[in-house]
């Protein structure tokens, strides 16, 4: 299943990382982000993995 942007905070870039590797076939682009919640545990996130454009 592509996504085309994953939202993480500091405890779960890693593990969002990996599934967007997985998910995408492709590196992510990592963006430092506010206003958004973690896709894994609802917290607040730091960061967006996005497709490249």
Do not use: Q, W
């Not at 939202?7 to 990592?30: G, M, Q, W």
């Not at 506010?34 to 996005?50: I, R, V």
């Amino acid at each position: 299943m592509e996504r085309e942007t994953t939202y993480c905070c500091d405890h779960h870039v890693d593990i969002a990382f990996d599934d967007f590797l997985v998910d995408n076939e492709t590196f992510p682009y990592l963006v430092n982000i506010t206003g958004h919640k973690c896709t894994y545990c609802n917290k607040e996130a730091s960061y967006a993995l996005k497709s490249r454009p």
